[in-house]
């Protein structure tokens, strides 16, 4: 696994440093033409750490997926690779990242392009109302998928962590549904490691949520869902 980690990092840090410089003047992309470039890189990373490190996957509910309506995909967050699965196997996703995120230069500006939503947690009120507005806007451009970590960071999967009630005030006030999913790659690309570990992660997509009627039943919904 030594060599396969470093086979890795070898390919990830050389195309990701290639695919970045080239697209850089993302500022000039249509959005369309964007998506499709995230969609690549990302693919291109799933397939790298398939092929190169053994990690593989297996998805149990694609059934449960919305075909026609917007909703909150609300998912546990292990490790870097749910974000770069998501954007490869969901269509066109938009997440709500924190701000820190902003700061790192020619991502934030694929991530602004995009129309992902940058969350400022020191100024909850501000905040919300920024992403609420931001979300209307994007449904009525055709976006129907708003991926969101309750969690806040990665968390390691024996570990629960706090769940922040954030999702719920989404479909409290916006009316969408809330997509629930789970999933063990913490188990295999370990987070802030250079060592992977071979094996499958198992990804779970549960039944579409419609109505949580208060913040505290939303919070032990998914907790159920997380850890059990």
């Known amino acids: 696994m030594f060599f396969r980690s470093l086979l890795f990092y070898f390919f990830f840090v050389i195309g990701t440093v290639l695919f970045f410089g080239i697209f850089s003047p993302v500022k000039f992309f249509s959005r369309g033409f964007t998506v499709k470039l995230s969609s690549f890189w990302t693919r291109s990373v799933i397939l790298l750490s398939k092929f190169v490190m053994g990690i593989d996957y297996e998805i149990i509910g694609k059934e449960n997926i919305p075909k026609d309506k917007p909703f909150i995909l609300v998912s546990n967050h292990q490790s870097a690779w749910e974000t770069f699965f998501y954007v490869s196997f969901f269509n066109d996703p938009v997440f709500l990242l924190k701000k820190e995120l902003k700061a790192i230069p020619i991502f934030s500006s694929f991530c602004e392009r995009l129309g992902f939503i940058y969350v400022d947690r020191k100024e909850k009120y501000n905040s919300l109302k920024h992403v609420l507005r931001s979300i209307k806007n994007l449904v009525k451009d055709g976006i129907k998928i708003f991926v969101i970590f309750p969690q806040g960071t990665r968390v390691k999967p024996n570990e629960q962590g706090e769940i922040n009630s954030g999702f719920f005030a989404l479909h409290k006030n916006l009316d969408l549904p809330i997509l629930p999913v ?17 094996g499958s992660i198992k990804v779970e997509i549960f039944p579409l949520v419609k109505k949580i009627d208060n913040k505290e039943s939303a919070i032990r919904e998914i907790k159920n869902y997380f850890f059990t």
């Open 182 to 198: 789970r999933h063990n790659s913490g188990d295999y690309w370990i987070n802030k490691s250079f060592f992977k570990r071979k």
